[in-house]
């Protein structure tokens, strides 16, 4: 059963060692050091970053993150994204990594996204629409919002994590 609790600072080390799984890496190039991790993590553990992010809990076993925020918040993304498709007002989104390899293939990310999205509807009852760019080679990740209920609305160039990658990307929508 997949369950997801708050991220806290005891969290960290374990973040930190899912950033350097090799997958994980692939799509997710955030900068694993014990001072990155807490600059870029620490804020939501503290509360002063509007930035939702929880551990995903796979029978009580922490296997994942996944992050939720309101695209409002996040206004240099919303105007990227509005190149490729124009992002409903209120609307949010999720990202997600499952850093523990033999959590893969079993319908885990599916249901780590559904139970983001709960959380979500629960923060923000406002919210219509859940909105997530996927770089287009990321298959599993736009796979897991595929078997979750979205739907892709767009494809276009977006800026990669990896400068390395191609811009093209694949967004899709889950109208709630």
């Known amino acids: 059963m997949i369950t997801l609790r708050p991220l806290q600072r005891?969290?960290?080390?374990?973040?930190?060692?899912?950033?350097d799984e090799p997958l994980v890496r692939r799509w997710w190039a955030d900068d694993s050091s014990a001072e990155a991790v807490e600059a870029q993590y620490g804020p939501s553990?503290?509360?002063?970053?509007?930035?939702?992010?929880?551990?995903?809990?796979?029978?009580?076993?922490?296997?994942?993150l996944v992050q939720?925020?309101?695209?409002?918040?996040?206004?240099?993304?919303?105007a990227a994204?509005?190149?490729?498709?124009?992002?409903p007002d209120g609307a949010?989104?999720?990202?997600?990594?499952?850093?523990?390899?033999?959590?893969?293939?079993?319908g885990v990310g599916p249901a780590l996204v559904s139970a983001a999205v709960g959380e979500l509807q629960a923060l923000y009852p406002d919210a219509r629409d859940v909105v997530v760019p996927v770089h287009a080679q990321n298959r599993r990740?736009?796979?897991?919002?595929?078997?979750?209920?979205?739907?892709?609305?767009?494809?276009?160039?977006?800026?990669?994590d990896d400068p390395a990658d191609s811009r093209d990307h694949v967004v899709y929508r889950l109208e709630l």
């Open 92 to 106: 949010v989104s999720v990202d997600y990594l499952l850093g523990v390899p033999s959590a893969r293939g079993r």
């Open 141 to 160: 990740s736009w796979r897991a919002l595929e078997k979750a209920g979205f739907t892709r609305v767009a494809e276009g160039d977006l800026e990669p």
């Open 10 to 19: 005891e969290d960290l080390a374990l973040l930190r060692s899912w950033l």
């Open 81 to 87: 994204m509005a190149t490729v498709w124009p992002v």
């Open 68 to 78: 939720g925020y309101r695209w409002a918040d996040e206004p240099a993304e919303l």
């Open 45 to 64: 553990v503290d509360g002063t970053d509007p930035t939702r992010v929880w551990v995903v809990l796979d029978d009580g076993a922490p296997v994942g």
